[in-house]
């Protein structure tokens, strides 16, 4: 499963599991679900099920023995389905004198292809995916920032600083977490609610959307059960996934000679989405909250690309609507909150200056906008 792709603000729904026997679908529900990892199709695991004998049947190709999971209403708040596989198994990690740092990063894909002891029966292994929950040995300077931070939440949730590493320690699968103080000027938060924000750690994990990393909703449960332990018993806590705002960049470029525009486009569009996200191609990059951009940087970004020549127009947008910009290069995104995370959209609009010489009045008026972005039809 996609894990974090389902919305947690949505009441989970009881899923339904059915066998195709003789055209008519018959219930799994009176004990043939053995088991279930998935908590429930919210994040990857194996199912196991005793399957009853189904008699021959056409509404569906008659080789193969049919599954459904059935879901009455909220579909969207179970992961999106990435792989179906059957007989699978889980492997454990045994310690044969390996490398102190073998845990510190997840099994990469296709690392396990044969069995310790070979099985006849066992034609061929396949590991489509990363490992999960492997934690290193701690180092000694793990150690004395653990002390040093223990010694100043003393295992309790008072303030909005000792919400974060208390998560952090007990839950090694996230990689940054915020808590939003209260506002007494928020009507929508009263005292002693508290909002907590985090992001998981995709380094080196499959799958996962590298643009919009986000927890499963039953993760943000578990932090929400944790952290209810060691907070004041007048205290409501809430887990949740960043907000992230797409950012859509349109930018005028003159290419150097010899580039064919096409191709060039292409790279400065993979090139922007590197430099809005890039903890999404480099693991050691930092995922940053607020909302805010700096127009300078950008230009400067796509001018030092090697097909570029020069820059002549930039404009950003989000959720199809345009930022204004100001005098000072870092522009403030509307909407940009302190749980807002700015991401690139899956496309920037580059425009091909095909003159030697930038004139602007070809980059204004009707014949320049764009329909839903800085071109608005009012409503009738």
Not at 85 to 101: E, I, K, L, P
Not at 201 to 226: H, S, V, W, Y
Not at 337 to 358: K, T
């Amino acid at each position: 499963m996609a894990e974090g792709s389902g919305d947690p603000d949505l009441e989970r729904g009881v899923i339904r599991w059915s066998f195709l026997d003789g055209d008519v679908w018959q219930s799994l529900d009176e004990g043939n679900v053995l088991s279930d990892t998935t908590n429930g199709l919210l994040n990857s695991g194996i199912m196991t099920f005793s399957l009853p004998f189904a008699q021959p049947h056409t509404l569906l190709p008659s080789d193969l023995y049919w599954i459904r999971a059935a879901l009455a209403a909220n579909s969207s708040g179970v992961a999106d389905t990435v792989d179906v596989r059957a007989q699978a198994v889980s492997a454990t990690f045994v310690d044969h004198g390996n490398a102190a740092d073998h845990l510190s990063q997840p099994l990469a894909p296709g690392s396990i292809t044969r069995l310790v002891k070979p099985l006849p029966e066992v034609k061929a292994i396949h590991q489509p995916f990363s490992s999960t929950d492997g934690k290193a040995p701690e180092q000694p300077e793990w150690f004395y920032t653990r002390s040093s931070e223990r010694l100043r939440h003393k295992n309790r949730a008072l303030t909005s600083w000792d919400y974060e590493p208390l998560i952090l320690e007990a839950f090694p699968e996230i990689y940054k977490v915020k808590c939003l103080a209260v506002d007494s000027d928020d009507h929508l938060r009263q005292a002693g609610q508290v909002q907590i924000i985090v992001v998981p750690d995709i380094r080196g994990k499959r799958p996962f959307n590298p643009f919009e990393p986000k927890a499963a909703a039953d993760t943000l449960r578990k932090i929400e059960q944790f952290v209810s332990s060691h907070s004041p018993i007048l205290a409501s806590c809430t887990a949740k996934n960043p907000t992230y705002l797409p950012l859509t960049i349109r930018i005028g470029v003159r290419l150097k000679p010899g580039w064919i525009p096409a191709y060039a486009t292409e790279l400065l569009n993979t090139a922007l989405q590197r430099f809005l996200a890039p903890w999404a191609y480099d693991e050691s990059a930092e995922i940053i909250f607020g909302g805010r951009i700096n127009i300078s940087l950008i230009i400067n970004f796509a001018k030092e690309r090697p097909y570029v020549d020069y820059v002549a127009h930039v404009k950003l947008f989000t959720l199809e609507r345009e930022v204004p910009e100001n005098s000072y290069g870092i522009t403030e995104i509307p909407g940009g909150g302190p749980d807002v995370i700015l991401v690139s959209a899956p496309n920037h609009q580059i425009d091909i200056i095909s003159e030697v010489r930038y004139k602007e009045e070809f980059f204004v008026g009707i014949n320049y906008m764009m329909v839903g972005k800085d071109f608005k039809i009012a409503e009738m």
